[in-house]
Nanobody, 124 residues
Framework: QVQLAESGGGLVQAGGSLRLSCALSGRTFATYAMGWFRQAPGKERVFVAAVSRGGRSTDYADSVKGRFTISRDNVKNTVYLQMNSLKPEDTAVYYC?????????????????WGQGTQVTVSS
């Protein structure tokens, strides 16, 4: 059974940075494409970023392009989300997700496993 554990969330001022981590256990990490999603209070869960199994392909939501970077370490079984120039509208619970297969996907329904989420709060 795949388990995902996020960490690295917290409270930061606008313009600041955070790095989220998500460790996968229970299966071979390198067989999964990985994604990050976020959900603000009262809103649906939306795509943030994704990376292919080998890390060569990435995709980003328009709202985070140029500010966020997704990466993975297939030795450490971990995917990262480096978030720079944070804005108050980035405030949300951030979830990592894994999907069998190589291609990056932007829809939550295309992911097989989910973490519990980590809160990111950006103050103005």
């Amino acid at each position: 059974q795949v388990q995902l554990a996020e960490s690295g969330g917290g409270l930061v001022q606008a313009g600041g940075s955070l790095r989220l981590s998500c460790a996968l256990s229970g299966r071979t990490f390198a067989t999964y494409a990985m994604g990050w999603f976020r959900q603000a209070p009262g809103k649906e869960r939306v795509f943030v970023a994704a990376v292919s199994r080998g890390g060569r392909s990435t995709d980003y939501a328009d709202s985070v392009k140029g500010r966020f970077t997704i990466s993975r370490d297939n030795v450490k079984n971990t995917v990262y989300l480096q978030m720079n120039s944070l804005k108050p509208e980035d405030t949300a619970v951030y979830y990592c997700a894994a999907r069998s297969g190589n291609y990056v996907q932007t829809l939550p329904k295309n992911y097989d496993y989910w973490g519990q989420g980590t809160q990111v709060t950006v103050s103005s």
